[in-house]
């Protein structure tokens, strides 16, 4: 399965012009999975626009992504605010090359800034299967922790799909600490952030996707960019031979006590 990202520079930029950009991604990229970043529907940092932003799961938006999916033959992951129940959720969307969504995974934990008195936070884990390769959803503050990933991973997740909007401050996040997630569980990971500037807050870029040994297969720099690479389940099952991280947690866990 050859996955895309999209790091994008759309600080401004209508839900027109949003979508625009992506049915020409999509259509250039010619891969089987294309991932933006978190919140790629509104922006991420526009404050209280983002409750006049937000729509539900099958809104305006999400069927305009359909419609792209089905023309270019490409599934999509993309961040976006989801209203539900009078609630506002940071999530992401996957939408096959059908048009049918595939999953829809909601933040687990808002982190302290701009998210916070916007959002609710989601429970449980995502995970869905796409060509045969069992992937999981994380959104950016949650892969941080050792505990999200190796739940993930531990369910069976082979890809993790990781939309993020990640500031420069913070580039060590996707420099050091999401290879770490990728080594630690023997897997993928394909980490999408933003570019540019944006009301005043300096994305870092330095999108990447990971082998599962956390090697770099494709990284970004900071500006605007797409990069592809191939997910190989038996990579998955090399790295997890060769470093049992997963069959001997438990044991560790045992000897700690």
Not at 74 to 80: E, I, L, M, R
Not at 182 to 209: C, K, P, Q, R
Not at 212 to 230: C, F, H, K, L, S
Request: aromatic share 6%; glycine share 10%; proline share 5%.
């Amino acid at each position: 399965m050859r996955v895309a990202v999209f790091q994008c520079d759309l600080a401004g930029a209508d839900a027109e012009a949003r979508l625009a950009r992506l049915y020409q991604v999509m259509q250039q990229a010619q891969a089987d999975l294309l991932l933006c970043p978190e919140l790629f529907m509104s922006g991420y940092h526009v404050g209280d626009r983002i409750r006049q932003l937000a729509e539900g799961q099958d809104g305006p938006f999400a069927r305009r992504v359909s419609e792209i999916a089905r023309t270019t033959g490409t599934a999509v992951a993309y961040g976006y605010p989801e209203a539900a129940g009078g609630r506002i959720y940071n999530s992401a969307l996957c939408i096959g090359r059908d048009g049918e969504a595939l999953a829809n995974h909601r933040k687990l934990v808002i982190p302290p800034g701009p998210e916070v008195g916007h959002f609710t936070a989601g429970e449980g884990l995502t995970l869905f299967d796409l060509h045969g390769i069992r992937i999981a959803l994380l959104i950016c503050y949650d892969i941080e922790f050792p505990e999200a990933a190796r739940a993930a991973s531990a369910a069976g997740a082979e890809v993790i799909l990781a939309p993020t909007a990640l500031a420069a401050q913070w580039a060590v996040v996707a420099e050091r600490v999401i290879p770490a997630r990728a080594f630690e569980n023997g897997t993928h990971i394909v980490y999408a952030n933003h570019a540019g500037t944006e009301n005043g807050l300096n994305y870092a870029g330095s999108s990447v996707i990971l082998d599962p040994v956390g090697g770099d297969q494709a990284r970004a720099g900071a500006t605007e960019a797409v990069i592809m690479a191939d997910m190989d389940p038996d990579q998955v099952r090399s790295a997890r031979t060769r470093l049992p991280y997963l069959r001997d947690v438990a044991a560790l866990r045992d000897r700690l006590v």
